[in-house]
């Protein structure tokens, strides 16, 4: 977690120090955003607490996108990036027998619509986005993926002439269950984990993340002090 952290100071302190001089359009932004992240897979959590171990916990999460407004401020796109790691868990039955190291990484298009387009200082946003994700549940393999869907809150508090700080929240989830693939997990002799009835472990990836970052414009939309 620590090397998480450090990752995701620099890549924020990167954003905002490289950014401003990358282009000349003003209605593109590069974000960066560190939070948490708490995830939901029913069967896995079932598993674990037929095994007698504590369920999933909170994670570490941080979220890169690259966007450009439309319409008059009013209309946004973002091609998204998000990226959690969990704490560990022993996962252990008759079948299987692994250290859980679960990391999720999400690859999606995002649209999101500015609520209050006139307000140069804060802004509130809805959106929403689809894409591609998966879920290793070990080092070595325990995969699950599939297409997603998510649900976005965004406020935004511009606080320089090119720079905003952010908070936001996102509900996603995979749209169809899928197998736990342990083809390259080598303490597995299956194809997929099985549970402790011997049956294959399916989920679909569900979390709740919030986070908060900075978002940087390529080009400054107008001078801070003239707002």
Request: charged letters at 20%; glycine letters at 10%; proline letters at 3%.
């Amino acid at each position: 977690m620590r090397s998480f952290a450090r990752l995701a100071g620099v890549m924020t302190l990167a954003a905002a120090l490289a950014a401003p001089a990358a282009a000349a359009d003003s209605n593109v932004f590069l974000k960066v955003a560190v939070g948490g992240s708490y995830p939901f897979l029913q069967n896995l959590n079932d598993e674990l607490e037929t095994q007698g171990r504590d369920q999933l916990a909170m994670g570490a999460s941080i979220g890169i996108s690259l966007g450009r407004m439309f319409s008059e401020r009013k209309w946004g796109l973002e091609a998204w990036f998000d990226l959690a790691r969990y704490q560990s868990f022993k996962f252990e039955n008759e079948y299987e027998s692994f250290e859980g190291d679960m990391t999720h990484y999400n690859f999606m298009l995002v649209g999101k619509r500015n609520l209050s387009p006139s307000n140069e200082k804060f802004r509130p946003y809805i959106g929403a986005g689809m894409g591609y994700g998966y879920t290793n549940i070990a080092r070595a393999g325990g995969k699950i993926d599939g297409l997603q869907g998510m649900i976005l809150l965004q406020f935004e508090a511009r606080i320089r002439d090119n720079i905003a700080l952010l908070l936001e929240s996102n509900f996603l989830t995979t749209f169809d269950k899928s197998n736990y693939d342990s083809s390259f997990l080598e303490s597995s002799d299956y194809d997929t984990i099985l549970d402790s009835n011997g049956d294959p472990l399916e989920d679909r990836f569900t979390s709740i993340d919030l986070r908060i970052g900075i978002q940087v414009w390529l080009k400054p939309p107008s001078k801070y002090g003239d707002i």
